[in-house]
């Protein structure tokens, strides 16, 4: 019964290549992100979804697609990998509103080979 | 725009004692809320504390507080009573409403817990 899961938790692959993540929460959240923490451990906000619907998103290259197919889910689709692209991603959830804290999910550690 | 600084990239603690891991935002809005979270070698996020602008006291859970001096625009996090599980990177973040409830936040500090 966990809260917000993504897999996979390791995702090795190709510059070129294209990969996706999933993510799904069951808390009844209406709000997903996803963030990227670099290899100095900076969390960094990519994406913010509310009710489905794009809310931020934070220059990140348009290589980088997230979709929401309902309230509980948030994937993330990113096309010709980049070396850049190295990273672990983490997908979490919350309420809307300043006191909901943000649950996250496990992560996942992109390499780009 | 919303800014959180963790200067202290790497801390100290004897087992035991009590640690203060600095936290300072930077805000032109006055309702926001201030949240601390642990990241342990394995990896995930654990919400630790959060603290409400319009709050009155300062946050408290077990043995982690939140000392909040909102002049001083600071939201420290207080461990008491170290042990060696609190080894982790720990981080402050900040969440203003109407930014799509994004938390934003710091560089992290990391703690090692000494036996």
């Known amino acids: 019964d966990t809260a917000v899961s993504q897999t996979p938790k390791y995702l090795v692959t190709q510059m070129g290549n294209d990969k996706s993540i999933k993510c799904e929460q069951n808390?009844?959240?209406?709000?997903m992100y996803w963030y990227k923490q670099d290899s100095k451990k900076f969390l960094k906000i990519m994406f913010s979804?509310?009710?489905?619907?794009?809310?931020i998103n934070e220059t990140v290259p348009n290589r980088f697609s997230p979709k929401s197919p309902d309230k509980a889910h948030l994937n993330l689709h990113i096309n010709s990998l980049e070396l850049g692209d190295s990273a672990v991603y983490f997908c979490?959830?919350?309420?809307?509103?300043?006191?909901?804290?943000?649950?996250f999910g496990q992560g996942t550690r992109l390499t780009v080979v | 725009a919303q800014k959180i600084t963790q200067t202290q990239p790497g801390m100290f603690v004897q087992e035991k004692e009590a640690v203060t891991l600095d936290c300072t935002y930077d805000?032109?809005?006055?309702?926001?809320?201030l949240f601390w979270y642990k990241q342990p070698s394995s990896g995930e996020m654990i919400f630790l504390i959060y603290?409400?602008?319009?709050?009155?006291q300062n946050a408290t859970e077990g043995r982690y507080s939140l000392n909040f001096q909102k002049a001083r625009k600071s939201a420290n996090l207080v461990i008491s009573a170290s042990q060696l599980g609190d080894s982790a990177m720990y981080f402050c973040?900040?969440?203003?409403?109407?930014?799509?409830?994004?938390?934003?936040f710091g560089a992290g500090t990391i703690l090692r817990v000494k036996s």
């Open positions: 973040a900040m969440r203003v409403v109407g930014y799509g409830n994004k938390l934003v």
């Open positions: 603290q409400g602008s319009y709050d009155q």
């Open positions: 808390l009844g959240h209406d709000t």
């Open positions: 979490a959830s919350s309420l809307t509103g300043l006191e909901g804290e943000a649950f």
């Open positions: 979804y509310n009710n489905k619907e794009l809310i």
């Open positions: 805000t032109s809005d006055p309702s926001y809320g």
